[in-house]
């Protein structure tokens, strides 16, 4: 499953650059987030930067344990997670604009176990619809508050 959705932000790349990988207050920006604590965090860079996340998907509150993997500053960043029988790599990317920002998030999931390969075969069209519409609120949220917005930032439910 693949997923790509995108949105322009008013703002140089650095501002935004600075938001999205301030990933220890992500909670503070990302409505969905509900709290991050740092596991391991590289003395430069970005890569080998581990957390566990909670935040709520679908009605449902899910811890995850996530990693960046690869980055290059003011240009992009690549997570993984490995849970419930699946490897998930989420992107990030920005690409500046006339003083604008393009923020693109991708995200690739993909089942590794029999129960997993067989849930996502029968359910994973649900899940493709829930995942696209987070990653547009997650994305909305970080407009928001690089914009000087950050009222507009929903509060976690």
């Excluded at 996502?120 to 990653?135: D, E, H, P, Y």
Aim: glycine letters at 8%; charged letters at 25%; hydrophobic letters at 45%.
């Amino acid at each position: 499953m693949q997923i790509t959705t995108s949105v322009i932000i008013q703002a140089p790349k650095e501002a935004v650059w600075k938001a999205v990988t301030d990933i220890e207050n992500a909670a503070k920006r990302i409505s969905a987030i509900e709290s991050v604590e740092v596991l391991e965090k590289p003395e430069r860079g970005m890569v080998g930067f581990k957390w566990k996340e909670t935040r709520t998907m679908m009605g449902k509150t899910a811890t995850e344990i996530m990693w960046v993997t690869e980055a290059v500053e003011l240009e992009f960043y690549r997570t993984r997670a490995e849970s419930h029988g699946a490897i998930y790599i989420c992107g990030i990317e920005l690409k500046e604009s006339g003083g604008a920002t393009e923020l693109t998030m991708r995200f690739d999931g993909q089942p590794v176990t029999l129960f997993a390969k067989v849930f996502w075969a029968c359910l994973g069209f649900m899940f493709v619809g829930a995942t696209k519409k987070a990653l547009n609120k997650d994305l909305q949220d970080i407009k928001a508050y690089v914009e000087g917005k950050s009222d507009q930032v929903a509060q976690p439910r």
